[in-house]
């Protein structure tokens, strides 16, 4: 007989709730793709992602694979709409960005629009007879449970080998910041599932509060990552023991996510611009490091320049302050009491 451990489902279906709210009221809205966008579905996306990734590597394989894939396409399409309203709100604000390039932006946000509306139709999301939410709350009934403390040990494990993954991939330089899309974003990507499954194991994990702690990590500590939201965990139940991350070494975790986060904003907004500059015939490069010049101004660092600050900091974050190590000890001591 399979173990159903509710617990489990209900980490499911709390977000998946969420989210069927959100779809149902995109649905009677003037505009689904839009209303939807406007949502806070993409972060629900992530928990799920979370969760998918987590259960995928302790059972059901490819039941919790093709969810993963089901969410990351939402949240991807979700993605782009973002990355060209961003951009367009940003270069609006500036006097040399000229109409043609700031209409060319407005055009590929339309069309992401369009192709989410797409997505939703076409995946299932928002059909009220057979929708994408009510076929994966029944692949979930249905999945091999393990029992509540064989499930804690496996997370923790999972959590630990994602760990070690990140650390060789950057060691052996299959993470690095030659590229800012499959560089500097992959790396921050990687980094930021840790914080995510924190948030998505409803209360699994917990932050411990210290007085003393390695001066390395002191630097990570400022007011804005103290005061974050994300460093604010959900309450674990109380039939749950949970995992306990040592403050500091979550908090530095968060630092380095929204620094690589500016870094590579920053690279993506040169590129936007030099991109749409292309597309609108402004191909000359005399013309176009000219404009970019005016808009984006001296102050804004090449790809170059972003590329050796984020290894400078990569290596104080991993071989220094020793972030990921920490973490991984944290799991650790956990699983062996």
């Known amino acids: 007989m399979k173990n159903t451990n509710r617990e489990s489902i209900y980490k499911f279906y709390g977000p998946l709730n969420l989210l069927e709210v959100i779809l149902n009221e995109s649905i009677i809205s003037k505009d689904v793709a839009l209303a939807f966008y406007k949502s806070n579905a993409r972060q629900i996306l992530f928990y799920l992602q979370a969760l998918a990734r987590i259960y995928k590597g302790i059972h059901n394989k490819k039941r919790f694979e093709k969810m993963r894939i089901s969410f990351k396409s939402l949240e991807d399409q979700l993605g782009k709409v973002d990355y060209y309203e961003a951009f367009l709100n940003q270069f609006k604000k500036s006097k040399n960005v000229p109409k043609t390039v700031i209409d060319n932006l407005n055009t590929h946000y339309k069309n992401e629009l369009i192709n989410l509306k797409k997505l939703l139709e076409q995946d299932g999301w928002i059909d009220s007879e057979s929708s994408k939410i009510k076929a994966i709350k029944k692949d979930l009934i249905t999945a091999n449970w393990k029992t509540v403390i064989d499930e804690k040990i496996a997370i923790g494990e999972t959590v630990i080998n994602f760990i070690e993954e990140i650390e060789y991939k950057y060691e052996v330089g299959i993470l690095n910041f030659n590229d800012l899309e499959h560089g ?79 870094l590579k904003d920053e690279g993506l907004k040169t590129i936007c611009l030099e991109n749409a500059l292309k597309e609108t015939g402004i191909e000359t490069k005399t013309e176009s490091d000219e404009l970019l010049n005016k808009t984006l101004g001296n102050s804004v660092r090449t790809p170059k320049q972003i590329k050796e600050e984020m290894e400078v900091l990569t290596d104080y974050f991993i071989y220094e302050a020793k972030v990921l190590f920490r973490l991984k000890r944290d799991i650790f001591r956990a699983l062996s009491n």
């Not at 409803?202 to 390695?214: H, S």
């Not at 007011?223 to 749950?240: C, H, M, R, T, W």
């Open 184 to 262: 500097v974003h992959e790396f921050r990507r990687q980094i930021r599932w840790i914080s995510i499954y924190a948030q998505a194991l409803d209360g699994l994990f917990q932050l411990k509060p210290l007085t003393v702690y390695n001066e390395n990590l002191k630097v990570y500590l400022t007011k804005s990552v103290l005061e974050s939201p994300f460093n604010i965990l959900p309450k674990a139940p109380d039939n749950v023991i949970p995992f306990y991350y040592q403050a500091p070494n979550f908090y530095a975790l968060s630092w380095m996510i929204a620094e690589s986060g500016n």
